[in-house]
């Protein structure tokens, strides 16, 4: 190979589309955390895009638009939500307006919100899909049925396309990253708020992993105050949960992907606040 196909060879090689997503992102604690320090991430890991799940924002459930824009004023390019979606009601026009937030797919037809979304930032097109799952969850569409559909809407739209997982079994999230291979870039699981040490890239070339960890305090239970969970799973006496304080940290994945759209790696992404 001559010098110059060499240089063409490692400039495809290395050339990446970087791109973080973020897990859940928990209370005031995770916002925080989120706007004090990703515009520094984005710059030390030479990120491209980001893509966060917002649905626990408002006290721990919800999203309001005033924090969607802090999050975009933060870096965020698109915003995935969850099971606590509608926990605030006045984010369902923003669901309708804005093509940086998806709902899941897998929703009834008439719920306010894009299906799908594609992000262009010049260099990339990045499509962006949230499915719910089904299992210990509230009844939805069949996702898989879901996927199919919305991957023929956006056809040859974008250059890469992420999944956000929304699922508590890991079986279902597995069997997800499998049926998408090949489809897709990623398949990424959120809504469990614990990080899997199970990333890796599926056959087919889809990045995968169970669940990206939550952006919260990890001293907690699932980011909630601990003592208050555990007072009232052991008396059933009515307690309010507030947002845990303790051990704040961004969970996630960074995924890279070379010239010709294909993953080059997943790597798990985790930041310890130091200061929150
Ligand atoms: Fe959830
Ligand atoms: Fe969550």
């Known amino acids: 190979m001559s010098l110059y196909g060499l240089l063409i060879n490692f400039h495809t090689e290395i050339y990446a589309m970087k791109l973080l997503f973020l897990g859940d992102i928990v209370g005031k604690p995770g916002l925080q955390a989120v706007k004090k320090n990703l515009p520094e991430i984005k710059e030390d890991h030479e990120l491209d895009l980001v893509v966060a799940n917002a649905e626990n924002v408002d006290n721990g459930s919800g999203l309001t638009p005033a924090q969607f824009d802090t999050l ?19 984010i369902e026009p923003v669901l309708t307006s804005s093509d940086q937030i998806v709902r899941p797919a897998n929703f009834p037809a008439k719920a306010n919100g894009r299906d799908w979304v594609v992000f262009d930032n010049g260099a990339v097109k990045l499509a962006v899909i949230s499915l719910l799952g089904r299992t210990f969850m509230r009844p939805v569409d069949c996702p898989f049925l879901a996927a199919d ?60 992993q169970c669940d990206v960890g939550m952006c919260g305090p990890y001293d907690s239970i699932l980011g909630r105050n601990t003592r208050q969970v555990l007072k009232h799973t052991l ?19 960074v995924i890279d992907v070379n010239k010709k759209w294909e993953v080059k790696s997943i790597k798990r992404f985790e930041k310890k606040i130091e200061d929150a």
């Open 72 to 90: 975009l004023e933060s870096g965020v390019n698109v915003v995935t939500m969850g099971d606590h979606i509608s926990r605030c009601f006045s």
């Open 235 to 253: 008396t059933s006496k009515p307690t309010r949960y507030h947002v845990a304080r303790g051990d704040v940290r961004l969970s996630g994945a």
């Open 149 to 208: 559909r919305v991957l023929g809407e956006i056809a040859d739209q974008a250059d890469v396309i992420l999944v956000d997982f929304h699922a508590e079994a890991t079986a279902d999230k597995q069997m997800m990253g499998r049926y998408l291979d090949g489809r897709v870039t990623a398949v990424l699981g959120t809504h469990t708020h614990v990080p899997t040490a199970d990333s890796t890239i599926l056959p087919g070339g889809t990045a995968f």
